[in-house]
T-cell receptor, first 114, second 113 residues
Framework: AQSVTQLGSHVSVSEGALVLLRCNYS??????LFWYVQYPNQGLQLLLK??????LVKGINGFEAEFKKSETSFHLTKPSAHMSDAAEYFC????????????FGSGTRLLVRP | DTGVSQDPRHKITKRGQNVTFRCDPI?????LYWYRQTLGQGPEFLTY????????KSRLLSDRFSAERPKGSFSTLEIQRTEQGDSAMYLC???????????FGQGTRLTVV
């Protein structure tokens, strides 16, 4: 069965500092991987996705993630945090069956200090 | 087209009452998904449709839950005899069948008192 683990329910960074949000997955075959962002009382917005093309994926708002098969990881990074990045971030995995249903991690809340 | 629309945004109901939520997907999307998100957790898959056919249901979807997509356009999710444990955000997403990217609505927050 597939699963996603996000290390750290809360991450706090200073404005302008590097953002690193960790995600590890478990899957018997290379899955599709996603990062979503959720602002309070809102739905989820796709930041980026990995579907077996380039292992370094660039997304919106300056975020990027690198797929590392040997480490079963898909960590999200951004070189310089902005106050507007404060939100909940979810890593998700989708199998290569035809459903494309998503299995989410428990989320990481990013706090950005001025 | 303004994206996936869910109605209502908020619903407060008494335990034992029935509630129904509506989701309008992006117009050309033939896939529609329902997820449930409880406080402090990631969303959990409930069910999905391709056109009007319900292709998969999670074991989370008890007999009190039913979802329909009668004409392959909008969908409804009904919960009968609500329980306090049903309190959650219910999220709808849509996509094209051959595309991994799902677009989410803003959700319906259900509070059962």
């Amino acid at each position: 069965a597939q699963s996603v683990t996000q290390l750290g329910s809360h991450v706090s960074v200073s404005e302008g500092a590097l953002v690193l949000l960790r995600c590890n997955y478990s899957s018997s075959v290379p899955p599709y991987l996603f990062w979503y962002v959720q602002y309070p009382n809102q739905g989820l917005q796709l930041l980026l996705k990995y579907t077996s093309a380039a292992t370094l994926v660039k997304g919106i708002n300056g975020f990027e993630a690198e797929f590392k098969k040997s480490e079963t990881s898909f960590h999200l990074t951004k070189p310089s945090a902005h106050m507007s990045d404060a939100a909940e971030y979810f890593c998700a995995v989708s199998g290569r069956d035809s459903s494309y249903k998503l299995i989410f991690g428990s989320g990481t809340r990013l706090l950005v200090r001025p | 087209d303004t994206g996936v629309s869910q109605d209502p945004r908020h619903k407060i109901t008494k335990r034992g009452q029935n509630v129904t939520f509506r989701c309008d997907p992006i117009s050309e999307h033939n896939r529609l998904y329902w997820y449930r998100q409880t406080l402090g957790q990631g969303p959990e898959f409930l069910t999905y449709f391709q056109n009007e056919a319900q292709l998969e249901k999670s074991r989370l979807l008890s007999d009190r839950f039913s979802a329909e997509r009668p004409k392959g356009s909008f969908s409804t999710l009904e919960i009968q005899r609500t329980e306090q444990g049903d309190s959650a955000m219910y999220l709808c997403a849509s996509s094209l069948a051959d595309n991994t990217e799902a677009f989410f609505g803003q959700g319906t927050r259900l509070t059962v008192v």
